[in-house]
């Protein structure tokens, strides 16, 4: 069984859909790669941000709750999501570029810190990593500064060593520092790291993270499935997303876990071109498009202004 693949995606919730699609779009310059509808909530939009080609491990994603309260990261979260650049000079710019926008942000040599309009916490980090970068395309963000894709996720974890058993030897997760893990198979890695809780209790909600999704490759999905259930986890039987295959988990810290297969992608209904431009709907859905697409936010297509007429 080949190893897990890094990060798959990130799932989060906003309660603005407009205003999240502005600030990843428009802001972070990653590109909108599917619009269609959370599949277990088919009233609510599921928004997918990536590179170029919606590349899992650079693939963050929301779930729209129009008007929830904002959330509070706690024991058993990821609070932070953590993105590659290549240089100093990249974390300058972005410094630059979301002061400008009014986000507050926090400097060291590596790394840039900062929360988006709702509150979810971002970690820019210089990365050494050799995995190809996953960039998005934005006439304001040089190739050379822009994000490339997922380097860890940082959840809350009141007691680690309750999760070292499953993320080592379930998981093979290798140990990587102090409360850190490596999770890296033939061709991507990345981190999941721990830190002490804060003293108030998790509040789900806007600008906090719903899940991380690990990357499996289609061989082995099934194989994965049968450890973490071998292990106690009581996964979810495997759920066929169209795009790709999930498996759902709580790992002992509390965090929800997913693994996502690596294919067969969003050009399966789409073209590479065209992605993100119009509503798209999972077969199994499609027959509801007409009770569910008026209710949907209306949102525009951010890329409208950047292709000739």
Known sequence: ???????????????DAPRNLDFYTRVLGLRLVKKTVNQDDPTVYHLFYADELGSPGADLTFFEYPGVRPGRAGAGMVHTVVSRVASAAALAFWEERLSGEGIACERAASWLRFADPEGLGHELTVSAATDTPLLGEHPEVPAAYA?????AVRAYAAD???SRAVLEQTLHFVPAGPGAWEVRGAER???????PPPAAPPAPGAGTVHHVAWSSTITDHEVWHEAVTLAGLQPSP???RFWFRSVYFREPSGVLF?????GPGFTTD????????????PPAFEHLRA???PALTPLPDPRAGRRPA
Request: hydrophobic share 45%; no cysteine.
């Open 1 to 15: 069984m080949a190893r897990l693949e890094g990060i798959h995606h990130v799932t989060a919730i906003t309660g």
């Open 147 to 151: 994000l490339q894709g997922f380097d």
């Open 160 to 162: 680690p060593e309750r």
């Open 189 to 195: 890695g990345g981190l999941y790291a721990y830190d």
């Open 238 to 240: 495997v759920i066929d």
């Open 258 to 262: 997913e693994l996502a297969t690596l």
């Open 270 to 281: 789409e073209p590479l071109a065209h992605l993100g431009e119009s509503l798209v709907l």
């Open 291 to 293: 009770r569910i697409e």
